[in-house]
């Protein structure tokens, strides 16, 4: 997969640039980790959230995610994003404040 450097600019806004956020390069594209923890990541076509394992059914119900599955095994808490809705910005602000809602309760790690 390749990066998608639109779609990187469009989740940071989502998120509103929060103090403690940074970014790496994984799973084929950019993720945005908060105080060290990952919080989100895009990639062309699609986009991660970690929501947490309480928040997991409700995001699911939102157009378009579908369970995180990463090398044939199931990552509770996260889900995919894709398709037309990855298009909208409401459906992405609902996913990135379920991720801050999570993250930012884990304590920050030594980076």
């Given at each position: 997969?390749?990066?998608?450097?639109?779609?990187?600019?469009?989740?940071?806004?989502?998120?509103?640039?929060?103090?403690?956020?940074?970014?790496?390069?994984?799973?084929?594209?950019?993720?945005?980790?908060?105080?060290?923890?990952?919080l989100c990541?895009?990639r062309?076509?699609?986009?991660?959230?970690?929501?947490?394992?309480?928040?997991?059914?409700?995001a699911?119900?939102?157009?378009?995610?579908?369970?995180?599955?990463?090398g044939?095994r199931?990552?509770?808490?996260?889900?995919?994003?894709?398709?037309?809705?990855?298009?909208?910005?409401?459906?992405?602000?609902?996913?990135?404040?379920?991720?801050?809602?999570?993250?930012?309760?884990?304590?920050?790690?030594d980076?």
């Amino acid at each position: 997969m390749t990066r998608d450097p639109a779609l990187e600019s469009r989740m940071l806004d989502d998120l509103g640039h929060p103090a403690g956020i940074s970014s790496r390069a994984m799973f084929g594209g950019l993720c945005y980790l908060l105080n060290g923890h990952m919080l989100c990541a895009a990639r062309q076509g699609r986009a991660m959230y970690r929501v947490g394992r309480s928040a997991e059914a409700r995001a699911l119900t939102l157009p378009g995610t579908r369970p995180m599955v990463q090398g044939g095994r199931a990552a509770p808490g996260y889900v995919w994003l894709s398709g037309d809705p990855l298009a909208d910005d409401s459906l992405r602000q609902s996913l990135a404040r379920m991720s801050l809602d999570f993250v930012s309760h884990l304590p920050a790690k030594d980076v």
